[in-house]
């Protein structure tokens, strides 16, 4: 970590080309990780257990786009454009998220039967929550300054999400058997999508080597030893090494979820980009 | 710049506080947004204003309402042609900058404030805002905002909402 400069503004960002394209694609990972993850948590809308899991749920979804809102602006200060057409108008490829944030909740779609596994909906909540609890946490020492200083802010907030989720994850492995094995079900399902998470792309290298966020193995298992704790503390079986989807969600290769998801949430969008809201 | 002019933008810095006073928020009228510790800054240059402004919440919709009445409101200063509204993240907004006072009249709107002092890792007792018992459950950690959550006063038997503690 030779070039650790700390930068404090865009404009300083944009001085150095590379720096800049380093930040970029770490913040387009950052950003549409938790867009298309609050997407998906939008459409639960109405469709939760019970109306206070709506209100909470459809509360934290607001929260995480709010989240990717802050990332898009970022992108635009340093020049990537405007922040509603990074969110609405790139093709699938240029999305940089995790294949696991963008698969479906189920089966059916929003309007058409939708037939929704809120056991996977805590799971994956909760597997990226640990893993976004520890990337927040790595992005204090972030070289890039409005970053580390946005990161302090959503820690306070997360905090709240995980406990949220946390209180799912216990309740639901100590209920009944069928709540145990659900549970178990959809675990190993976002397992097998979660060893992801911490790639950081192509750009890996010198995203870490610019001081933008620490290496990937180290937020490995950080966040492996984390989410082992606290699946102890509940009594749940560790399920292991995690794996790999077949894409590569963070080199823009993605599975036809996503297009569904993108279609659906930039239709409005596309109809009137003038528009005002 | 010269004397005249600071003198000038001093006043106006100060008439805008004043103004701010009677800038609710917007999910709770009863309390403005200085009194929420929202307010960072207030800068006058040449009739230009700049308000920094700490969001209690990042992903608050109330946000882009805010920045609107404010702007609104402050356009009333005579002397002030524009307005400018900035929300920044240094310092972070935590619980602990609302106002003393300000914590009474979140009471009396049904909202417990949160505790003060409050450290990571301490339990969150909530007392009922409208008969002060500690015997509360809680219904719901996130209420119809982020900032908010539901309880429930088994004493009184009303339910009533809590402002979440925001430390770091």
């Known amino acids: 970590m030779a070039e650790t400069k700390r930068v404090e503004t865009a404009a300083e960002a944009k001085q150095n080309q590379e720096y800049l394209q380093a930040l970029s694609e770490l913040l387009f990972q950052l950003a549409d990780d938790d867009f298309i993850l609050a997407y998906r948590g939008s459409e639960w809308l109405g469709l939760a257990p019970h109306i206070e899991e709506d209100v909470a749920y459809s509360s934290m979804s607001q929260d995480i786009m709010g989240h990717a809102v802050m990332y898009y602006e970022m992108l635009e200060e340093l020049g990537l454009g405007k922040a509603d057409d990074l969110a609405q108008l790139r093709q699938a490829d240029a999305f940089r998220n995790a294949i696991l944030v963008e698969r479906a909740n189920g089966t059916g779609g929003y309007n058409d039967n939708p037939h929704y596994d809120w056991g996977y909906a805590i799971a994956r909540n909760f597997i990226y929550g640990m893993f976004k609890r520890v990337r927040l946490e790595a992005l204090l020492s972030s070289s890039y300054a409005p970053l580390a200083q946005v990161s302090r802010k959503m820690l306070t907030e997360h905090r709240y999400h995980m406990m949220h989720w946390q209180v799912w994850m216990k309740q639901l492995a100590n209920s009944t058997p069928e709540a145990r094995n659900r549970l178990e079900a959809a675990i190993a399902k976002v397992w097998g999508d979660a060893g992801e998470l911490s790639d950081l792309g192509p750009k890996a290298e010198k995203i870490v080597g610019f001081g933008l966020i620490a290496a990937e193995a180290q937020l490995r298992a950080e966040w492996l030893k984390q989410t082992q704790n606290i699946f102890a503390q509940i009594g749940l079986d560790w399920p292991g090494e995690p794996g790999s989807p077949a894409q590569r969600g963070r080199a823009g290769e993605h599975t036809a979820d996503l297009d569904q998801a993108l279609a659906t949430l930039s239709e409005v969008y596309r109809i009137d980009p003038a528009a005002s809201w | ?168």
């Open chain 2, 1 to 168: 710049m010269a004397q005249g002019q600071n003198v000038l933008d001093d006043r106006l810095e100060a008439a805008c506080w004043e103004l701010l006073q009677e800038v609710k928020d917007p999910e709770i009228p009863v309390i403005s947004m200085v009194e929420m510790g929202m307010i960072h800054k207030v800068r006058v240059e040449e009739g230009v204003v700049h308000v920094e402004v700490l969001p209690t919440f990042v992903g608050c919709p109330a946000l882009e309402i805010m920045k609107n009445n404010i702007s609104e409101k402050l356009l009333q200063v005579e002397g002030i042609r524009e307005v400018q509204v900035h929300f920044v993240y240094e310092p972070a907004w935590t619980s602990d900058r609302i106002a003393r006072e300000a914590r009474e009249k979140l009471r009396s709107f049904g909202i417990a404030p949160p505790p003060l002092d409050y450290k990571p890792g301490d339990a969150w007792e909530v007392a009922c805002p409208y008969c002060n018992s500690p015997y509360t459950q809680m219904e719901n950690l996130f209420g119809p905002a982020a900032c908010r959550s539901i309880l429930y006063c088994k004493q009184c038997k009303n339910p009533f909402e809590a402002l979440k503690p925001i430390y770091y």
